[in-house]
């Protein structure tokens, strides 16, 4: 049989959905700003871009053993599809315990996150940086970076489940710990290889974590207890749990 889950704390929709929701709200407005200053191109933004681009190639050029330590990191460690691979195995596991509707809305996040970075790629276009000496290569759109969305969707996906299930301070630092990191890493390294523009790794992490702000609020509000002690329609028969 299978072990049982930590106890779930009842998602309170006072104190929890209205944070989650304004989260998501301000950081996916700024996503949606940035997306609009991208699609029109506005010049200071595309000399800034085209600044640090050309600042983090001529280093790049210069240092051969950083570039195979970055394409390591971004073609292994934190590649979408090494990001998707853990978040398969979590919902495996959720849905193997007894938590399929948790299972089944990590899974549904992680595919809304593909489906709209891929969206917004073939919608804006943006091409990606040029150069006589490329150091790496990279297909498709540029904006917004694949990479850094589904780091992002995934640790944040990973942050939360902690802390759904009460997890001790120790474990939630030490993930959020690994989830800045992976963040800031992933981004950095898709800069550095010059496969993408700053805005494109700022624009997928803002992406990332507006979906999963407003997922983890959706799912609050989805499980929480009903009035007169009735549970969510994410709670099993025996309202003991949110699925």
């Known amino acids: ?54 600042a983090l190639h001529r280093h790049a050029v210069t240092d051969p053993g950083l570039v195979r330590v970055s394409r390591v990191l971004t073609d292994w460690v934190w590649d979408p ?5 853990l978040i398969a195995v979590t919902v495996v596991a959720l849905w193997w315990r007894g938590a399929r509707t948790l299972a089944l809305w990590l899974a549904a996040t992680s595919l809304i996150g593909t489906l709209l970075q891929q969206g917004l790629k073939a919608a804006v276009g943006r091409e990606r940086p040029q150069w006589p000496d490329p150091v790496d290569s990279a297909h498709y759109a540029a ?58 790794v700022v624009g997928g992490a803002l992406l990332g974590v507006a979906l999963v702000a407003l997922s983890a609020a959706a ?18 028969r025996r309202g003991s749990r949110p699925w």
């Open 1 to 54: 049989m299978p072990s049982p889950l930590p106890p779930f704390r009842s998602p309170d929709r006072a104190a929890r959905t209205p944070p989650a929701v304004w989260t998501g709200a301000v950081v996916g407005a700024a996503a949606l700003v940035l997306l609009a200053l991208v699609a029109a191109r506005w010049s200071p933004l595309m000399s800034l871009d085209r600044s640090v681009a050309d």
């Open 81 to 85: 599809w090494t990001m998707r691979a």
């Open 143 to 200: 904006f917004p970076s694949g990479h850094a969305m589904t780091a992002v969707v995934t640790c944040g996906l990973f942050v939360w489940l902690l802390r759904l299930y009460g997890a001790g301070p120790g474990a939630r630092a030490a993930v959020l710990a690994v989830a800045v990191v992976s963040a800031i890493g992933v981004a950095a390294t898709r800069v550095y290889l010059g496969v993408h523009w700053l805005t494109d």
């Open 219 to 236: 799912y609050a509000r989805y499980a929480a207890p009903r009035p007169g002690g009735l549970v969510g329609p994410g709670a099993d």
